[in-house]
């Protein structure tokens, strides 16, 4: 499985045409074809090629439904 | 735009524009919803179907209140809808409410319906959460809408057969709580 450094993730931000990956708890999913993740944001305020440990913490829904997504590697730490 | 409206949620420290974007978007979801709703509706026939009929009806109807309810807060906060209501479509807050592939499987149109008003109830939570003490009419609107979300999502729910709700359908007038902002 791959890994990749925050940098190297902020490069899949989702945006002209590219793909949309977001980490979450050391996982890194790709919801580039989720209608709720369309240009790389969710909701106006959340946005692909970031690690969202801490913004789910706080959202209106679990990580399940990250978990829905396939996963494409790792973040490196 | 009202120039004094905007200046002050701008002071409240929030960020205006994304505040529009997420009315907009939401905006979206209620219109696009109304308009998938008529489908399943259509669609909620038979001896399984005609008794969900009538609280997909209202669902519907108090949807297209929360588009009209929604709409003026958009503009007074100095933004507006899409020219082109393909692009407002796309943008909505929440997928496609589409008829299942059997549209006669009253149990999977019911599945769409609570999925629709799940992400209805997410949504406007995340706003309320957003505004909460600094936009006080958009939070307002946001509750308003937030408390008739959640009792289409306890109707649905309880037909899915995921215990008492402790709600009864509309009597009377629709949009009990929403009502307010569309006279
Ligand atoms: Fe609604
Ligand atoms: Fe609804």
């Known amino acids: 499985m791959e890994e990749l450094t925050k940098e ?8 002209e045409g590219r793909k949309a990956y977001v980490a979450c708890n050391g ?28 913004e789910l913490r706080e959202a209106p829904h679990d990580i399940d439904f990250l978990k829905k997504f396939p996963v494409m590697g790792r973040l490196k730490k | 735009m009202a120039k004094v409206t905007r200046e002050m949620v701008e002071k409240a420290g929030l960020n205006v524009d994304e505040i529009i974007e997420l009315l907009v978007k939401n905006a979206g979801a209620e219109l696009t919803t109304y308009y998938y709703y008529t489908i399943l509706r ?17 669902a ?13 807060r958009i503009y007074e ?9 393909k692009d407002f479509h796309d943008v909505s807050a929440c997928p496609p409410a589409a008829l299942p592939e059997d549209p006669t499987d009253v149990m999977a149109i019911l599945k769409v319906l609570v999925e629709a008003e799940r992400c209805a109830v997410r949504g ?20 308003s809408i937030l408390n008739e979300e959640i009792e289409h999502e306890s109707w649905f729910s309880e037909f899915l057969g995921e215990g008492p709700s402790g709600h009864f359908l509309r009597r ?3 949009s009990p709580f929403v009502s307010k902002f569309l006279k």
């Open chain 1, 8 to 15: 190297e993730l902020q490069k899949y931000d989702g945006k």
């Open chain 1, 27 to 54: 996982n890194i999913y790709d919801v580039t074809d989720s209608f709720l993740w369309k240009n790389g944001k969710h909701q106006v305020i959340h946005h692909a090629g970031e690690d969202l440990t801490g």
């Open chain 2, 42 to 58: 259509a669609n909620l026939i038979g001896l399984q179907g005609e008794g969900i009929k009538e609280i997909a009806e209202t």
């Open chain 2, 60 to 72: 519907r109807i108090e949807d297209r209140n929360h588009f009209e309810a929604i709409v003026p």
């Open chain 2, 77 to 85: 906060l100095g933004g507006k809808l899409p020219e082109d209501m």
């Open chain 2, 124 to 143: 406007y939570t995340h706003l309320c959460n957003i505004t909460a003490g600094k936009d006080h009419r958009t939070y307002d609107l946001a509750l």
């Open chain 2, 172 to 174: 009377g007038e629709t």
